[in-house]
């Protein structure tokens, strides 16, 4: 059984934080291979202006060059209307695959309000991973995660990872003040989005 990691997201621009997120996610979940797969039209917020899908592709296979396994998909990208979840794991779901679906706090708390969240379950191991320490957030997770299993019935496995505190909106709003991102996001993503002049304002 080939075991298949899925992370999706705007990546818009990717940074550091995404990059040991999905490292971490590959080695706790034993991963043979993790597809990394930028958002065509996200369903759940707005899409951040500066960038083209061409450039969001191509700044996330910069960030894994090199990293063995991971495969950067434009799969959502090519198709047409909203990038919804259980599409993408319909696409990629198969007899001798087990799939792992790598989401983020907010993503966790709000699953079950997704399109078809029933198969969402049936079809992926749903995972997460926080970038943050907060108890009161903590007890949210865990009351979700055991109604998950009472009504899914599949546990939701966290995955462990040193925080790291960035976010795509600090990365552009530092590139619009004109800010060095030295250090938030891998070094053929910076030269890229300088080269390229995104997010300037």
């Known amino acids: 059984m080939l075991r298949v990691g899925i992370y999706g997201g705007t990546f818009s621009p990717i940074h550091i934080g995404h990059v040991e997120a999905a490292k971490a996610f590959m080695s ?3 991963l043979d291979v993790l597809f990394v797969i930028p958002t065509g039209v996200s369903p759940h917020k707005e899409m951040s202006v500066g960038a083209s899908n061409a450039d969001r592709l191509r700044m996330c296979e910069l960030a894994f060059e090199g990293v063995e396994g991971v ?8 198709r047409e209307g909203k990038s919804y979840t259980v599409d993408t794991l319909r696409h990629l779901s198969d007899s001798d695959r087990r799939l792992f679906l790598l989401c983020g706090t907010d993503m966790i708390l709000t699953l079950d309000q997704w399109r078809d969240p029933d198969e969402i379950f049936r079809l992926a191991y749903p995972t997460y991973i926080r970038r943050e320490e907060d ?39 530092k590139i619009g003040n004109g800010e060095d991102i030295t250090g938030l996001v891998p070094p053929a993503v910076a030269e890229y989005i300088k080269e390229k002049g995104l997010y300037a304002k």
């Open 28 to 30: 706790q979940m034993w």
């Open 71 to 78: 495969i950067v998909s434009d799969l959502e990208m090519r």
């Open 135 to 173: 108890a009161e957030v903590d007890e949210k997770l865990v009351a979700k995660i055991t109604e998950y299993r009472n009504k899914y019935g599949k546990n939701v496995v966290r995955i462990n990872a040193p925080a790291v505190v960035v976010s795509s909106s600090e990365v552009r709003a």
